[in-house]
């Protein structure tokens, strides 16, 4: 059954949050009287389809269905989830959900994106207070997972759970911040930064351009994935972090910071900025830059998910998450029936696979067929389990044929036939496609091994009694046109 998840404000926050909820299968109703908030919206949807997808190693589940509507009272009928992020007026909010609380259901979840109010502010004059949590999220809400959700007394343990869960479902790192404050914890550190900018540029110590030059080729990478306090643990060496205090420390007594001040917004200052701002990024529109943007943390996030770390561990357990609701076979049994090919993949074309002619890079296509290889070797039960005991496959041979082109953002599926499966040989034939678009065939060779001789070795009873099932299967359905072809033979 589809969800419903209700977005009350449709800014650039709102918008995130209805691509974030909207691109993981919910449906999304989005209130706000902007009569642009459609055309805005949309234009976040773009940039969201086009990046978040990325992000995977399998695909997102069907695109729930987006409506807008005229009423409060009509967008949260049936909803799940309510998010509000209406502007940071604290009159404006609490009025706000004296309207929703009306219509709403009694047990949906109704999540403010506050930066800085405390969830205790919010419920104040509320007529179910404990339906109400702070759910703060950061831009972009598509992609950044973090979202601090601060609770009060009021709200039940269930009831933080239930959002907990919720936000992790849609790839998401729920933090629960154990006491509320204003400005919670991650805004805090933004703004400390925000502040001690504010004054360099103001003495003229250094550019708009030269202060974030500083932030993105040095220490906003380590934070990016370690965080403050693991970095700096580092940077103690081997004494780790107790050495790094007693070195450190005393400069925290030095007159290095103007944080307990903070610079009057003059007019002076506010044009000095703006100025510096524009020659810095001025020949770029916004849209332009939000998709740089995507590009650049969708690149680092995949990195880290490589080494299953920081935002990549979030990641690759959404992928989990996608993967077991998917349908895609993950052993013998999942097969519903062997006399097909074994679809073994479904992804969506990342924009680090695209090559200078806007489609995917010709390597990327043997990363697909890799990941095809290892589903099928996890199905046939060459797990992770059974590798740690010594034996895997080995890749002795490949042959791609690349048929058409695949471009950003569209979905690849990979159907596998398994030509032979006797003994300690393994060979496969994968066929790539994108709906009923043929794009790329790939034809493996493969050998059991020891992972202690590095030698060829038979592999288990399970494992061969399980390719000779899908050789037989697979034996009596029509020919794949091109197995066995080489290189350079007319098609």
Known sequence: MTQIATIVGGGVIGGGWAARFL??????RVFDPDPEAERKIGEVLDNARRS????????????????????????????????????????????????????APKDAILGSSTSGFKPSELQNCASRPEQIVVTHPFNPVYLMPLVELVATEKNAPETVERAAEILSSVGMFPLKVRKEIDAHIADRFLEAVWREALWLVKDGIATTEEIDESIRMAFGIRWAQMGLFETYRIAGGEAGMKHFMAQFGPALKWPWTKLMDVPEFTDELVDLIAEQSDEQSGHLSIRELERIRDDNCVGMMRALKANNWGAGEVLNKHDERLIANSGLPRKMSDIASLDELVVTGRRAVPADWLDYNGHMNEACYGTAFSEATDRLMEIIGCTKEYIATGGSYFTGETHIRYLDEAHLGQV???????????????????????????????????????????????????????????????????????VGRYVGQPR
């Not at 009159?91 to 609380?101: F, N, P, R, S």
């Not at 496969?428 to 060829?456: C, I, N, Q």
Request: glycine share 6%; proline share 5%.
């Open 23 to 28: 691109l993981n299968g919910w449906d999304v």
């Open 52 to 103: 978040l997808p990325g992000l995977s190693d399998t695909a997102l589940p069907p695109e729930g269905k987006l409506s807008f509507h005229e009423t409060m009272s009509e967008a949260v009928e049936g909803a799940t989830w309510i998010q509000e992020s209406v502007p940071e007026r604290i009159e404006l909010k609490q009025k706000v959900y004296q309207t929703l609380q009306e219509h």
């Open 412 to 482: 690849v599926e990979i159907r596998t036939r398994v030509l032979k499966g006797e003994g300690k040989k393994m060979q496969l034939w994968h066929e790539m496609y994108e709906g009923d678009r043929l794009l790329a065939t790939g034809e493996h060779f493969l050998l059991h091994v020891s992972l202690e001789t590095r030698r060829p070795s038979e592999p288990s009873q399970e494992i061969m009694d399980n390719l000779a099932a899908l050789q037989d299967a697979h034996a009596k359905l029509p020919a794949s046109e091109g």
